[in-house]
């Protein structure tokens, strides 16, 4: 009898994976700023919410990279954290090509204004059931 080693291919996509968890992190963002009444990006929950959708972006980059054989350097990962918004649309179409690379920009400024609904029906949410 051998013993023989397999590595599953995950269920889920990193993009549908970062999708969902940004969906979950918006309506929770908008659950706590209707409850609380606090405005902006002053309250602590705003400041967690912007620190785990960095974190999640960073895990996801390390996730798409790997399922695409990108090989990162240490100063595109250093980058990539302190320059997002640059770094993320230079890696997606270095990774992807033109074409691919400006549709994946497109996903993910769509993924950004599914935050800010998810945070607006959080909001709405809170202010219906009068929690």
């Known amino acids: 009898m051998s013993a023989k080693l397999t590595i599953d291919k995950p269920s889920r996509s990193p993009t549908l994976t970062l999708t969902l968890f940004i969906t ?18 002053r309250s602590l929950g705003a400041i967690l919410a912007a620190l785990l959708l960095s974190i999640a972006t960073f895990v996801w980059f390390g996730a798409d990279s790997f ?12 980058a990539f954290v302190g320059l997002t918004l640059f770094v993320l649309p230079y890696y997606l179409i270095r990774s992807r090509g033109l074409k691919t690379g400006i549709m994946a920009i497109g996903v993910g400024i769509a993924m950004y204004f599914l935050y800010v609904l998810a945070a607006l029906v959080g909001i709405v949410f809170i202010r219906a059931v009068h929690v």
């Open 24 to 41: 979950l992190v918006g309506f929770t963002t908008g659950c706590g700023l209707a409850q609380f009444k606090i405005p902006g990006y």
């Open 67 to 78: 399922q695409r054989s990108y090989r990162r350097s240490m100063s595109l990962n250093i």
